[in-house]
Nanobody
């Protein structure tokens, strides 16, 4: 199996910063795209940012210029640096990792358990 462990969420005032981490472990042959999604109360889960295995990034318009996604392939870990946080960034943040397991012929998406980010004065 594949396990994803997230960390780094918490409470912060507007304008503050947080850094999320998500480490993948277990039966992994390769990792393709890694990403972060979020879900606010009463809303659908939405994409925040993704990064491919060669470092190509994609961001939601709402976070461009404020959030930075990065990854450490040696550690199977993806990060999300969040700066200039706003109250509307409040949500549960989920990491998503596209994994190929040994002997598998296809890639499978795995999700983290979610970490709460709350931005309020």
């Amino acid at each position: 199996q594949v396990q994803l462990v997230e960390s780094g969420g918490g409470f912060v005032q507007p304008g503050g910063s947080l850094r999320l981490s998500c480490a993948a472990s277990g039966s992994i042959f390769g990792i393709n795209t890694m990403g972060w999604y979020r879900q606010a109360p009463g809303k659908q889960r939405e994409l925040v940012a993704t990064i491919t295995s060669i470092g190509v990034t994609n961001y939601a318009d709402s976070v461009k210029g404020r959030f930075t996604i990065s990854r450490d392939n040696a550690k199977n870990t993806v990060y999300l640096q969040m700066n200039s946080l706003k109250p509307e960034d409040t949500a549960v943040y989920y990491c998503n990792v596209n994994v190929r397991r040994p002997l598998a012929t296809r890639w499978t998406d795995y999700w983290g358990q979610g970490t709460q980010v709350a931005v309020s004065s």
